[in-house]
């Protein structure tokens, strides 16, 4: 059984064996620990850590991209795959039953598991361990969640004066507000007034990037009313 895994060595190597022993291996052979505990302890670490990552990565980014970025990191698929890349499916220790059965191969075993290895490293190196683990488990995908919020985020006038004028037959206002900050480093406000009378303020590095993040807050708020 290895010591080393996602960049961490582990002081109590038991904690790495456990995460990686599935309750039919349990089962059949007469042992008191398997990776469910920790599988429940990981679902929260994994998702504090990506959170925090993201948080980080994409200081401008409003809720409800944040969340569907950490959905999209955090599903089982995505697990399974980041699972496969580590060769964690050669490591697991699975049941005669589960094994015949293709467990190995199945996204939701694996994700469980790798949800079980980070609880080890966040019980053996706690949250700075985990939090590296992370980093390093999602280093293929951090550019393409970046490349995501790029493109989710391009061009919100145009998108919301397309749904705007649909709607209303109007199109959105901006006013440029106030601005604030060293010169080096202005931050800038911008109203932008609906047809239905309703108003968002947002701030941006730039009277533009001002302007598409409140367009892109409108459009949250039209999906979220839509939805």
């Known amino acids: 059984m290895p010591e080393h895994i996602l960049g961490h060595t582990f002081i109590r190597r038991e904690l790495l064996d456990t995460a990686l022993t599935h309750s039919s291996w349990a089962n059949e052979n007469g042992a008191e620990q398997h990776n469910e505990r920790l599988e429940f302890l ?53 049941g ?14 694996l994700s469980d598991a790798l949800e079980a290895v980070l609880a080890a490293v966040y019980a053996d190196g ?23 919020e790029k493109i989710a985020s391009k061009d919100c006038k145009t998108r919301l004066q397309e749904i705007v004028q649909q ?3 109007q199109t ?6 106030n601005s604030h900050g060293p010169e080096h480093a202005r931050i ?33 708020d039209l999906r979220a009313q839509k939805g």
């Open 126 to 148: 706690g949250f700075a361990a985990a939090q590296a683990a992370v980093r390093e488990l999602f280093a293929d995908m951090w550019p393409e969640a970046e490349a995501a």
């Open 188 to 220: 800038f406000e911008v109203v932008l007034r609906l047809p239905d009378g309703k108003e968002i303020v947002a701030e941006g590095s730039s009277c533009k990037k001002a302007e598409q993040n409140a367009a892109q807050r409108a459009l949250e």
């Open 167 to 169: 709607r209303f037959g």
């Open 172 to 177: 959105p206002v901006y006013v440029r507000r």
């Open 42 to 94: 990981g679902d929260a670490v994994l998702e504090l850590c990506v959170s925090h990552e993201l948080f980080r990565r994409f200081p401008t980014a409003r809720e409800g991209s944040l969340t569907k970025m950490r959905s999209r990191l955090v599903s089982a698929p995505s697990l399974a795959g980041q699972a496969r890349k580590i060769g964690l499916d050669t490591l697991l220790k699975l």
């Open 96 to 109: 005669k039953g589960e094994e015949g059965q293709g467990g190995r191969k199945r996204d939701t075993v």
